[in-house]
């Protein structure tokens, strides 16, 4: 992930401690007593490595706490984002001065099924991933893209983005993808100025897909 954002993000990734890592007092609160195992995990490493995150853009130790949709709460004048997936974890943030947004997702890297692809692409895109190199599931690849886009977006709009609002183009050399929003949220969308494109990197490897995105000041 540290690859994938501009140097001035701070990004953490979650070590085997980090798992079962401590918990601040808010944070509790916000799991409650009754999360499943799989749930106290990954909270646990989310927020121990959003805290680690921001400490590395020097800020003091602060709760990262959660809306009632789940997604993380972070201090004033922050933006960030954490992702997890088996076995892996990671925590951006950046300060607001610099950046409306950021966003990241980690998949595991395999095949999906044909409802599944149809589900997250739109015709058009499949077509396209059609014509790319063997060996790596590219819906994977558009759909964590599609999930950075949202964590990008939804923060700052606060509306849903479905998997086909949004039209991913990938330069698989590069490791860059640039996506519209569909005109119609962009419209729609009760704030100004919402993002009508967001760019970002991605990378795969034998057993992740990771995209990430920061959305540059107006």
Do not use: N
Not at 57 to 86: C, E, F, M, Q
């Amino acid at each position: 992930m540290r690859d994938l954002l501009p140097p001035t993000v701070a990004v953490a990734v979650a070590g085997p401690q980090d798992w079962s890592g401590v918990l601040l007092p808010a944070e509790r609160a916000c799991l409650g007593d009754q999360a499943a195992a799989s749930r106290r995990r990954d909270f646990t490493a989310g927020r121990v490595c959003a805290r680690r995150a921001l400490a590395g853009l020097g800020l003091p130790a602060t709760p990262v706490t959660s809306a009632p949709d789940r997604s993380p709460v972070w201090p004033a004048g922050v933006v960030g984002t954490i992702t997890h997936t088996r076995d892996y974890c990671a925590a951006a943030a950046a300060h607001a001065a610099e950046f409306r947004s950021v966003g990241m997702d980690a998949e595991q890297h395999r095949d999906l099924t044909p409802r599944v692809r149809r589900a997250i692409c739109l015709p058009e895109e499949e077509a396209e991933l059609g014509r790319l190199p063997a060996g790596v599931s590219w819906p994977t690849v558009v759909f964590s893209i599609k999930e950075t886009v949202y964590k990008v977006w939804h923060p700052l709009v606060g509306t849903w983005l479905d998997f086909h609002d949004a039209r991913v183009t990938l330069d698989p050399d590069a490791g860059t993808f640039t996506t519209q929003i569909a005109p119609r949220r962009v419209d729609a969308a009760p704030v100004p100025d919402p993002p009508a494109s967001i760019a970002g990197r991605f990378a795969v490897d034998a057993a992740l897909v990771r995209s990430a995105a920061a959305l540059p000041p107006r």
